[in-house]
């Protein structure tokens, strides 16, 4: 693989693009013709954002994916860990350029993400429940941001809100799966225990599904949105108490429910 395809994570770059037009979709639904130009200049923002904390991460990460990805361009000697700096430098300025072009709220979405993303890989990434919540910000905001380029941020504030606690749950329940290899992060699980940590995950999908009838019921969505979306719902609380005993299980259901979810708001915006 080229070694630049390889740093940026081409890939997660492209699913970041999607869950920003995701976001616009569910804010306007099929009045995202009328707004191309703010959705391919944003696309653009979250393009860079991530090749800029791909590349950052691989940078910081360089002597412990020597045993873990090896194939990896700075671990495998074909690029030089400055060379990876720059760039991941290169891209969050020009993500945060482009995105002075969008309006005012866009702008502070994009800083923020900025901010928080430069805390993660530096400092919260070993810190436990703080860089789950790092991750999980930065889920939602994508959908934030695709609701705030059109002017309508509020239509896309509740599934924000469940994207950031979803992610949360299934975050926590990751950890929980991996504490024998952790060895390097002090994760929620080591704090507190595995039971513990496992409530706050349980806590995080429940929160989510009592968040989710807010849309219908402020009147943004209709009666496509709540049947679909009472469907994530059974996900979310099977989720809340299957991870107990099976974590892997638990995680991968909760990215099915996340799933379910978002074609429950995109029902919602289109319909």
Known sequence: MNRYIQLFRVGNCVMGVVGLVLGTLVAVGTGIVDHLQAVALASAVVFLFFIGGNSLNDYLDREVDKLAHP??????????????????????????????????????????????????????????????MSIAWLTGALFLLGGAIVGRIEYTVAIGIMAFLATLGREIVKDIQDMGSDFDRKTLPQKIGAKRAGVVASIAFLAAVALSFQPYLAGFFNEAYLAMVLLADAIFIYCSYVHFRNPKQGQRWAKYGMLVALVAFLLGGLL
């Not at 002075?100 to 994009?110: C, E, G, H, K, R």
Request: cysteine-free.
């Open 71 to 132: 194939e990896r361009p700075i671990p495998s000697g074909r690029m030089l860990p400055r060379t990876a700096l720059r760039i991941s430098a290169a891209a969050f300025a020009l993500s945060i350029l482009a995105s002075l072009f969008l309006n005012p709220l866009s702008i502070a979405v994009v800083l923020t993400a900025v901010i928080i993303m430069l805390a993660y890989e530096l400092r919260t990434k070993k810190m436990g429940l703080i860089g789950n």
